[in-house]
C-alpha cells in the first residue's frame, strides 16, 4: 500500500472569505455564488468596522469590500487594515459602483490588490477569489 | 401554543412566522444591532416574535414588524432585543471583559501616566452598583499593579433610585450567584443569611453620581476619564442618540482611552470615532492616541 | 486601598465649575485649526451659534477627518428643518467617501425635512448620487419614499443603481412593491444580479 498520494486525498481546508457590504442582497448574492460551488466558508460584515472586528478574530484568506457603506467606508477599512500589524497583509479584493480612474488609483494606493466594478457575475467571482486565495492552480 | 379563543376576539394571534418574515426582522437586527441569527436560531426568534406580537396586542406579525421599525421611543426594539438577549444584571457579569481591563487595556493606559497619576474609570450606567463595584473587586484581586496607582471609579445613572440601591449595595443571592466564596468573604458582610452588602469602605471608595448621557453639558464636565464601561444602553437608543452618546464619550475619555461595549453591542452600528482593538480577552473600542 | 475618590466630588458633574464659553472669534479659528482634536471641539462648540448651519455647511466642503465630519454632521441632525437638510444633500456627490454617507445617514435620520432633498436627489443626472440618496429612504421618510423608489425603478437604465433600489425596497417595501419587482425583471431579464436581487427581495417582501 502507498502511503505517497496522501497529500492528493486529503482534502484542504476551505478558504474563509469575508465579505463586507451594507447591502444586504449583495452580500447573499456572493454568499451564494461562493459557498457552495466555489467551496469557500463566507462570512459576512456590514461595514468597515465590523470588518475590522471580524478580521481581527480571523483569520481570512481574502476580503471582499465594498467602498460605500455606513461609519467606516471600503477606503478608510483599507487604510486601516494595511497599518494593523496582525492583518496589514491581508489580500483584499474591493468592488464598487464607482468606475473611474481615479477612484480605482485610489483604492490601488490605499493597498486594495484587486478592484472590481460592479455589477460582478458570480463566474468572476470565483474566478478571481481562487486566484487571489491561490485556490486553484493557475 | 396559540389556542383556539372563544367568542370576542376575531383575531386570534398569529402562530407562525413566515420564511420572509423571520428574514426581515433578522435583517433588521443584523443592520440595526449587529446581532447574527440564522435558521438555527429559527425556533427561538419565532418565539419571542410570536410573544411580542401577542403581549402588544397587534394584529400580526408584519404589523409588528412595521411597529418595530417605525416605533420612535425606541420601547419595542428595546423589549425585543432583551428577550432575545438575556439581560440582567449581576456581579462578574461578563467577566472576560473585566480580564481584558487587568491583562491589557490597564497596562496600556498607564504606560503614558506617571507612577502616582490617577486612572479613572467610568461606569455608565451602573444601575444598582454591580458593575463598578465588581471592577473594583476584579482589579484589587487580579491587576497586578493595582498597588501602584490610584484608582478612582466613578459610577453613573441617570435613574435616582438604582443610585441609592447602588450607594446602599445590598444583594441578594442571584446578584452575587457567580462570585467565589472567597471574594464574598472578603467584600460582603451578612446582614442577613439571604442578603449581602458590600463592606462599607469599598462603598465609600466609589463615586456615585447622577447623569443623563443624553445632556452633553454634563457629559461635557465629565473629563479625563481612561476607561468607560457602557455595556447594555446604546444598543437600545436610537441611531441620532447613540452617535451623540458615543460623541460625548468620546470627549469624556483622555486621548487613547478606551469604550467597553456589552458583548451584544457593537461599536459598528454606533459612530465611527473609535479605533477598534482587539485583545486575548476581548473586542474593545479605543480613542484614538492622536 | 488603592481605590480613590475625586477630590472634593469633582466626579460629579454638577461639582465642577463651568468652563467659560470659548470666544465665537476663537471657535471660528478653531474650526480651521491644523489639529483635527481641535477642530473637533469647536465643531462641537458651534452647534450653540445662531448662523450654525452655516459655519458648519462651510467646513463640512473641506473636512477630510471623520471624527470632525462626524460632530458636523450630528450638529446639523440636531439643529433640523430644511436649512440643515440643505447643507448635507450637497455632500452626497462629495468625493470623500465617508462624507457621502454620513450625509445620507443623516439625512434618513431627519425625516420630512430631508424627503424633498430625497425627491431631487434620486432623479440626479449622476448614478452615483441616486445610489447614495436611495440610503435616505431607510431612514424615517421610508414610508412616503417607497412609492418614489417604486416609481422610478420602472425606468431606471442604471443596473447598480437598480440593484440600490432593489436592496433598499427588500427592507422598507410592502405588499405592492412585488409588482415593481417583477416589472424591473421582465424589462431587464438577463442580468443575473438584478435577476438574483428581485428573487431574493420577492422573498422577504410582506406578502398579505
Redesign the interface.
Known sequence: MSHGNDAHIRPRPPKRLLVVDD????R??YR?ALEQPGGYTVDEAFNGIEALEKALSGPYDLILVD??????????FVRTLRTTEEIACLPVMMTS??NRDKDIAAARALGVNLYLV?????DDLRLFAAIMTGATEP | MAMPRTGGDPQPAPATV????F??FC??IY?RTGLSYGEAKRYFIDRRILERVERTGVSSV?SY?ALL??D?TGRELEEIINSLTVNETYFWREEYQFACLANSILPEVVCTKRRGE?VRIWSLPCSTGEEPYSI?MWL?ENWAE??Q??????ASDIDTQALTAARRGLYDARSVQRLPKWVLDRYFERPTSDRWQIVE??RG???F???NAFDR??????EGIDVIFCRNMLIYFD??SR??VA?SM??SLR?GGFVCLGHSESMSRI???FAVRRFADAIVYQRPA? | ??????PS?A????G?PA?TTPSRDGVLADLNADSP?IRR?AA?ACRAFPDAIALIAGRLEVEED??VV??LV?NL??IGGPAAAAALAPLLRSDR??C???A??ALA?MGPDALPFFDTLIRDPD??VR??AA?IARG?A??AAVQTLEHLLATEED??VC??F??VL???GTVETAAALVAVLARIPD????R??VE??L??????
Open positions: 447591502a444586504a442582497l449583495v447573499a448574492y451564494q467602498v460605500n457603506m455606513p461609519k467606516m467606508d471600503g477606503l478608510t459602483t464607482l460592479k455589477p460582478i457575475s458570480a | 413566515t420564511d420572509e418574515e428574514a426581515r435583517e433588521f443592520r408584519q414588524l421599525r417605525f420612535t490617577r473594583a484589587l493595582v498597588d496607582y490610584d484608582v478612582e471609579i466613578i469602605s469599598l471608595s466609589i463615586d453620581t447622577h447623569m453639558a454634563q457629559m461635557a464636565a465629565m441611531d441620532v452617535r451623540e460623541d468620546y470627549s486621548p459612530s465611527p470615532l492622536r | 486601598m488603592p481605590l480613590v475618590k475625586a466630588g466626579a460629579a458633574p454638577g465642577t468652563k482634536n471641539v462641537r471623520t471624527r462626524e460632530v450630528l441632525v440636531a467617501a465617508g457621502r454617507f454620513a445620507a445617514e435620520d448614478p452615483q445610489i447614495m440610503e424615517r421610508g414610508g443596473i447598480n440593484c440600490a432593489i436592496d427588500a427592507e422598507i442580468n443575473p444580479f438584478l438574483f436581487s431574493t427581495a422573498s422577504r417582501l410582506p406578502t398579505d
